[in-house]
């Protein structure tokens, strides 16, 4: 499987990005997660859905941030709202057999997209 991440840029703070995840390859079943690392800090775990759609959300996203899936194009899309300056990072997609938080449960990764919010 692999993970392409799109979507990235520059926005100003209160602004909207949509990040795509497009996998090539079966992810049928699988979880699919979105993780950020800001400058000099650890990867964490933003969102994640299962194949049937369920979301899961850590709480600094919660009700900003909206994860989806695209089963036509076999991607997850991740619809940021209300984005602020700690939002900036670079955005990871994953994916994983079940739902978890933990980064090294993650079997794929893409390569990531950089979101900056400026203030």
């Known amino acids: 499987v692999q993970l392409q991440a799109s979507g990235g840029g520059l926005v100003q703070t209160g602004g909207s990005l949509r990040l795509s995840c497009t996998a090539s390859g079966r992810i049928d079943g699988s979880y699919m997660g979105w993780f950020r690392q800001a400058p000099g800090k650890e990867r964490e775990f933003v969102a994640a859905?299962?194949?049937?759609?369920?979301?899961y959300y850590a709480g600094s996203v919660k009700d900003r941030f909206f994860i989806s899936r695209v089963y036509a194009k076999n991607a997850v899309d991740l619809q940021m709202n209300s984005l602020k300056p700690e939002d900036t990072a670079v955005y990871y997609c994953a994916t994983s057999p079940r739902f978890t938080t933990t980064l090294n449960e993650y079997h794929y990764w893409g390569q990531g997209t950089l979101v900056t919010v400026s203030s």
């Open positions: 859905i299962s194949w049937g759609a369920t979301p």
